[in-house]
């Protein structure tokens, strides 16, 4: 037999086995995309040959949408001349682009929302200083320049565009976020029903009810690219909030049984984890988990480029994964999810068991519990009363840490059994200090426990590093990342404020309102200077926004301006208080 055939065997072989190792390594399930998303992504791959790194902005391409149908569209791409190393020339491919594709910008058109009001009667009635009440009500207006509807066009021809065609009116983020997001929504609400926009809210959650229909669970983002993963839980607590204040029974009834549907989700298969304490007993968790192995659609050739230096295709399928569920946290990318916090290939968010998700799921059951007592369904309601007992109990054995007074996140080491229970021990505990270790606080009852008190978790947070001049940092590594130091993000602001507001201790309430004055103070300067509201802020000095991470700063920002909305309301801003640094 000859030298070349051995060797081609011999490699053949080789890649039996390395595929193979790949099914053993990766066995979780892949939701595919649509053929219109694979196609962009190589229209995506094609600008970054043809345009260059300076200003590229992967997103945008996945965004567009067909003028003539797929088939048409592949055909004349397929047909443009290539270059020697096999790119398109600038002229052939704007050509192509302006002939066979549209901007995104024309997908989502603008609407006045129906019940926007310029200065809505009893307005942030505890903001008495005339400086801050200026600059609310600008944030209030911004709702309007971020108001949308669903084209008509998409609607009628819905397989030319990746946006889902939602029936109601949402409120985009800003920027190049030009769709509705799950947990952004949360903060948006709050601060729609700070304005008294109670009919905007109750559309949005019922666009995020059709995803659940549709899906199964709420995606991640209104676009056919996000199918494969979701988002922090957060649709009940957006429904308890519109209910307190709307009373509308409806909505509750209407949104039940997709609530139900959707703890399912996060409460089965690949996100469920049984784990067994010090004491011998079992208890199920959650974990983020993405259905998806491939480079994200909507950063396809960065995830490409940051897996390239691994050294096969079993390597780099495990690390689109591990970055896709890290996208499902909301944190991407941060060291939380990294075994060495300066290398992104090291993401490995799969496992590690999340306080803050299983505090999101915990708030969920309380929340359907109480809206099952509403609408009279009694054993739903005692189900998960129970359901929210047992998480409790579970966050506090696995999580919590009596040293620090932090829950932290758990490492999931290999299992030991043949059921796969993960057994509890110590040195797995992530002794790390992140924002997420307090999201806990958000839950009615986290420090019910006796030995889990109030008055060490406050002690924990104002010593752990985290509390800076301008708001609380999210880790206290400095990697570039957009989710580590120093930039501070919205949701964990407020959840955190809420959070130690609601356990009663009055330490507690002056350090949620020190810190509420800190992150209103480098908003309203950042406005100021800038004109906008930015999606992150650098929180080591007041009226800087954040950096680091794949794309430039953005502006809009709706979770930004319903935190601050949420918080005015809360807390209120006195006539002698300055409001600058």
Same mark, same amino acid.
């Given at each position: ?11 053949? &072989? ?26 962009? *992504? ?15 902005? @992967? ?8 003028? *003539? ?8 791409? /397929? ?38 009001? @310029? ?9 008495? !200083? ?20 669903? @084209? ?14 939602? =029936? ?23 601060? $729609? ?13 019922? !666009? ?8 199964? #669970? ?37 949104? $039940?049984?997709?609530?139900? =549907?959707?703890?399912?989700?996060? /409460? ?58 890290? +996208? ?19 993401? &490995? ?9 299983? +505090?999101?799921?915990?708030?969920? *059951? ?5 809206? @099952? ?40 080491? !290999? ?29 009615? /009852? ?40 120093? !930039? ?35 908003? #309203?300067?950042? #406005?100021? =200077? ?34 601050? $909305? ?16």
């Amino acid at each position: 037999m000859g030298k070349a055939i051995i060797f081609m065997i011999f490699t053949m &072989s080789m890649n039996m086995i390395k595929a193979e190792t790949c099914k053993s390594i990766d066995k979780g399930p892949v939701i595919p995309t649509t053929p219109l998303v694979i196609f962009l *992504e190589k229209v995506q791959e094609a600008a970054l040959q043809t345009y260059g790194h300076k200003g590229f902005d @992967a997103k945008l391409f996945v965004d567009m949408s067909l003028r *003539e149908n797929l088939s048409e569209t592949v055909e004349a791409f /397929n047909k443009l001349p290539r270059i020697v190393n096999g790119s398109i020339s600038k002229s052939d491919l704007d050509g192509f682009i302006g002939s066979y594709l549209s901007s995104p910008d024309k997908d989502l058109v603008y609407v006045e929302p129906m019940d926007f009001v @310029a200065e809505p009667e009893g307005f942030l009635p505890k903001v008495k !200083n005339s400086e801050v009440r200026a600059w609310a009500l600008e944030v209030h207006s911004l709702w309007k320049n971020l108001s949308r509807k669903v @084209a008509d066009h998409v609607l009628e021809k819905p397989e030319l565009y990746t946006l889902l065609p939602l =029936k109601n009116p949402v409120i985009i983020p800003g920027s190049r976020f030009k769709e509705v997001y799950y947990w952004d929504s949360y903060w948006v609400i709050r601060g $729609l029903l700070a304005g008294k926009m109670y009919e905007t809210a109750k559309g949005i959650v019922n !666009n995020l009810v059709s995803l659940i229909d549709q899906f199964g #669970y709420v995606l991640n983002g209104a676009r056919a690219y996000y199918s494969n993963r979701s988002q922090p839980p957060v649709l009940a607590a957006m429904i308890v909030d519109i209910f307190n204040q709307t009373g509308d029974l409806d909505l509750v009834r209407r949104s $039940l049984p997709a609530l139900l =549907k959707e703890n399912h989700f996060w /409460n089965s298969g690949i996100h469920k984890v049984t784990i067994q304490d010090a004491q011998g007993s079992n208890h199920s968790l959650s974990r983020y988990y993405a259905m998806w192995n491939k480079p994200r659609p909507e950063s396809s050739t960065i995830d490409s480029e940051t897996a390239s230096v691994l050294p096969n295709i079993c390597e780099k399928r495990e690390l689109y994964r591990e970055l896709a569920s890290a +996208a499902e946290s909301g944190w991407d990318f941060s060291s939380r999810w990294m075994s060495n916090g300066s290398d992104l290939t090291t993401t &490995s968010t799969t496992s590690i068991l999340p306080v803050d998700l299983n +505090a999101f799921l915990l708030k969920m *059951e309380l929340n359907i519990a109480f809206l @099952a007592n509403l609408v009279g369904e009694s054993s739903t309601a005692s189900h998960f009363t129970e359901a929210a007992q047992n998480r409790q109990k579970a966050i506090n054995c696995i999580f919590w840490n009596a040293e620090m007074g932090q829950w932290l996140d758990y490492w999931l080491i !290999n299992s030991d059994t043949s059921e796969d229970i993960y057994k509890w021990e110590d040195l797995h505990q992530n002794k790390k200090s992140f924002a997420s270790n307090f999201v806990p606080l958000w839950t009615e /009852n986290s420090c019910s426990d006796n030995n889990i008190t109030t008055q060490k978790v406050v002690q924990s947070l104002m010593s752990s590093g985290l509390l800076q001049p301008a708001g609380i940092a999210m880790t206290l590594s400095n990697t570039g990342q957009q989710w580590d130091f120093p !930039n501070g993000w919205p949701p964990l602001q407020h959840i955190i404020i809420e959070g130690l507001l609601r356990s009663g201790l009055e330490e507690a309430r002056t350090l949620a309102k020190d810190i509420a004055i800190r992150w209103l103070r480098t908003n #309203y300067v950042t #406005y100021k =200077k800038t004109g906008a509201m930015y999606e992150k802020y650098d929180v080591t000095k007041c009226g800087a926004y954040g950096g680091g991470g794949e794309y430039m700063a953005q502006t809009g920002f709706g979770w930004s301006n319903g935190v601050v $909305l949420a918080l005015l309301e809360e807390f209120g801003w006195p006539e002698d208080l300055k409001i600058d640094c």
